[in-house]
T-cell receptor
Framework: DSGVTQTPKHLITATGQRVTLRCSPR?????VYWYQQSLDQGLQFLIQYYNGEERAKGNILERFSAQQFPDLHSELNLSSLELGDSALYFC?????????????FGPGTRLTVL | QKEVEQDPGPLSVPEGAIVSLNCTYSNSAFQYFMWYRQYSRKGPELLMYTYSSGNKEDGRFTAQVDKSSKYISLFIRDSQPSDSATYLC???????????????FGTGTRLKVLA
């Protein structure tokens, strides 16, 4: 158990809908990262937040957005969902934001878009 | 061409064998190289982290980076059935503190160690 929690575990929704994924980092970790893992694209970095502020962006679509709250939990919002958004979404956390930080991954949220 | 290439496997080996997992990359700007292990239905966990060329050893695991060939390897000695998992290489360039970094993962190699 990494100490990172993600809810829900599974989510099934329809195209065009909007969903929110939630992540609680390990106690003491200030950085939160979001990743998408699909069979065809593999694991892709989406976005990083550090202490409430966006720190870096990866391959995040404009339909997706994230935020980190004062209590350091984070939410990833996915809107206008398409079939291709079906994937495992992982959250990871690390203590700070330096290059050598180890990221601890949560168990993931499996999103199915029908 | 993908920035990072990794053979998806599956790779099946007998228990006790030495396993060699590899990734190649195309962008010479990558500076940090990582190997993650991912068990089925779990999130990835960091195994090894190296900076620049050279070898790094941690127990049964050795990570090797050859920047001149743009090639990284993970060796697992005395492989065990519990090592059966998907192994992902990952590379980073840029500075994470400035937000300008890029983090790229390989697609992962499925390893099965047979008892």
């Amino acid at each position: 158990d990494s100490g990172v929690t993600q809810t829900p575990k599974h989510l099934i929704t329809a195209t065009g809908q909007r969903v929110t994924l939630r992540c609680s980092p390990r106690s003491g970790d200030l950085s939160v990262y979001w990743y998408q893992q699909s069979l065809d694209q593999g694991l892709q970095f989406l976005i990083q937040y550090y202490n409430g502020e966006e720190r870096a962006k990866g391959n995040i679509l404009e339909r997706f957005s994230a935020q980190q709250f004062p209590d350091l939990h984070s939410e990833l919002n996915l809107s206008s969902l398409e079939l291709g958004d079906s994937a495992l979404y992982f959250c990871a956390s690390s203590v700070a934001s330096t290059t050598t930080d180890t990221q601890y991954f949560g168990p993931g949220t499996r999103l199915t878009v029908l | 061409q993908k920035e990072v290439e990794q053979d998806p496997g599956p790779l099946s080996v007998p228990e006790g064998a030495i396993v060699s997992l590899n990734c190649t990359y195309s962008n010479s700007a990558f500076q940090y190289f990582m190997w993650y292990r991912q068990y089925s239905r779990k999130g990835p966990e960091l195994l090894m982290y190296t900076y620049s060329s050279g070898n790094k050893e941690d127990g049964r695991f050795t990570a090797q980076v050859d920047k001149s060939s743009k090639y990284i390897s993970l060796f697992i000695r005395d492989s065990q059935p519990s090592d059966s998992a998907t192994y992902l290489c990952a590379m980073m360039r840029g500075a994470r503190t400035s937000g300008t970094y890029k983090y790229i993962f390989g697609t992962g190699t499925r390893l099965k160690v047979l008892a």
